[in-house]
Protein backbone atom coordinates (compact mmCIF):
# COMPACT_ATOMS: atom_id res chain seq x y z
CA UNK A 1 0.00 0.00 0.00
CA UNK A 2 0.71 3.53 -0.81
CA UNK A 3 2.14 6.17 2.43
CA UNK A 4 -0.15 8.27 3.13
CA UNK A 5 0.00 11.49 1.35
CA UNK A 6 -0.75 15.14 3.02
CA UNK A 7 -2.58 17.89 1.04
CA UNK A 8 -2.68 21.07 2.09
CA UNK A 9 -5.14 23.99 1.56
CA UNK A 10 -7.33 21.79 0.44
CA UNK A 11 -11.18 22.36 -0.52
CA UNK A 12 -12.40 19.81 0.96
CA UNK A 13 -10.62 21.01 4.51
CA UNK A 14 -11.97 23.89 3.79
CA UNK A 15 -15.34 23.34 3.73
CA UNK A 16 -15.45 21.26 6.86
CA UNK A 17 -13.32 24.06 8.66
CA UNK A 18 -16.02 26.57 7.74
CA UNK A 19 -18.75 24.02 8.70
CA UNK A 20 -17.15 23.07 11.92
CA UNK A 21 -16.41 26.73 12.84
CA UNK A 22 -13.12 25.78 13.50
CA UNK A 23 -9.80 27.87 12.66
CA UNK A 24 -7.40 24.79 11.71
CA UNK A 25 -8.72 21.13 10.13
CA UNK A 26 -7.41 17.76 9.04
CA UNK A 27 -9.68 15.63 7.33
CA UNK A 28 -9.27 12.16 5.79
CA UNK A 29 -10.24 11.29 2.04
CA UNK A 30 -8.91 7.77 1.84
CA UNK A 31 -5.03 7.39 1.91
CA UNK A 32 -5.04 11.60 1.90
CA UNK A 33 -4.86 13.72 4.81
CA UNK A 34 -6.35 17.45 3.96
CA UNK A 35 -5.52 20.28 5.39
CA UNK A 36 -6.83 23.81 5.67
CA UNK A 37 -5.54 26.61 8.25
CA UNK A 38 -2.55 24.80 9.04
CA UNK A 39 0.75 23.92 7.27
CA UNK A 40 2.10 20.24 6.73
CA UNK A 41 4.88 21.35 9.28
CA UNK A 42 2.26 22.14 11.72
CA UNK A 43 0.28 19.74 11.22
CA UNK A 44 2.98 17.03 11.46
CA UNK A 45 4.20 18.94 15.07
CA UNK A 46 1.50 17.61 16.64
CA UNK A 47 1.69 14.04 17.42
CA UNK A 48 -2.01 13.73 18.76
CA UNK A 49 -3.06 15.22 15.72
CA UNK A 50 -1.18 12.88 13.18
CA UNK A 51 -2.21 9.57 15.54
CA UNK A 52 -5.96 10.64 15.20
CA UNK A 53 -5.53 10.93 11.47
CA UNK A 54 -3.86 8.05 11.10
CA UNK A 55 -6.35 6.13 13.52
CA UNK A 56 -9.27 7.73 9.90
CA UNK A 57 -6.75 6.37 7.14
CA UNK A 58 -6.96 2.69 9.44
CA UNK A 59 -10.74 3.13 9.13
CA UNK A 60 -11.16 3.54 5.58
CA UNK A 61 -8.41 0.96 4.93
CA UNK A 62 -10.12 -1.68 6.62
CA UNK A 63 -13.81 -0.84 5.63
CA UNK A 64 -13.03 0.49 1.92
CA UNK A 65 -13.93 4.02 0.45
CA UNK A 66 -17.43 4.51 -0.30
CA UNK A 67 -18.24 1.74 3.12
CA UNK A 68 -16.67 4.19 5.34
CA UNK A 69 -17.90 7.64 3.57
CA UNK A 70 -21.35 5.70 4.14
CA UNK A 71 -21.15 4.49 7.92
CA UNK A 72 -19.08 7.38 8.75
CA UNK A 73 -21.83 10.17 7.08
CA UNK A 74 -24.76 7.81 8.78
CA UNK A 75 -22.98 7.51 12.53
CA UNK A 76 -22.73 11.67 12.55
CA UNK A 77 -26.60 11.86 11.27
CA UNK A 78 -27.78 9.42 13.90
CA UNK A 79 -25.33 11.17 16.66
CA UNK A 80 -23.57 13.81 16.09
CA UNK A 81 -19.80 14.56 14.80
CA UNK A 82 -18.61 14.58 18.39
CA UNK A 83 -20.34 11.34 19.37
CA UNK A 84 -19.49 9.31 16.00
CA UNK A 85 -18.09 6.56 17.17
CA UNK A 86 -15.02 6.59 14.85
CA UNK A 87 -14.38 9.97 15.99
CA UNK A 88 -14.26 8.50 19.13
CA UNK A 89 -11.98 5.81 18.29
CA UNK A 90 -9.89 8.49 16.23
CA UNK A 91 -9.27 10.51 19.77
CA UNK A 92 -8.07 7.23 21.57
CA UNK A 93 -6.04 6.62 19.11
CA UNK A 94 -4.44 10.41 19.24
CA UNK A 95 -4.23 9.91 23.13
CA UNK A 96 -2.86 6.07 22.88
CA UNK A 97 -0.21 6.27 19.87
CA UNK A 98 1.43 10.07 19.98
CA UNK A 99 4.19 8.75 21.05
CA UNK A 100 4.88 6.77 18.24
CA UNK A 101 5.24 9.86 15.79
CA UNK A 102 8.51 11.63 15.74
CA UNK A 103 9.21 15.12 14.42
CA UNK A 104 11.12 13.92 11.65
CA UNK A 105 7.91 14.83 8.74
CA UNK A 106 7.59 10.84 7.82
CA UNK A 107 4.16 9.29 8.25
CA UNK A 108 4.07 5.74 9.02
CA UNK A 109 2.28 3.27 7.47
CA UNK A 110 -1.20 2.72 9.78
CA UNK A 111 -1.25 -0.91 8.96
CA UNK A 112 2.08 -1.54 11.18
CA UNK A 113 0.67 0.39 13.80
CA UNK A 114 -0.56 -0.36 17.33
CA UNK A 115 -4.79 -0.69 16.98
CA UNK A 116 -6.38 -1.50 20.17
CA UNK A 117 -8.24 -4.38 18.95
CA UNK A 118 -10.74 -4.70 21.37
CA UNK A 119 -10.57 -1.56 23.42
CA UNK A 120 -13.96 0.64 23.67
CA UNK A 121 -14.16 3.31 21.45
Known amino acids: ?22 SSVAMVLGNTIHLSGATKEEFL ?21 LAFLWKYLVESA ?20 AQLY ?3 GVLPDPATMHRGAGEPT
Open 102 to 104: AHN
Open 1 to 22: MKPPRILPNSPFARIARRVLGS
Open 45 to 65: CDPYWVAHEMCHIQQFREHGY
Open 78 to 97: RVGYYNNKYEAEARLAGQRD
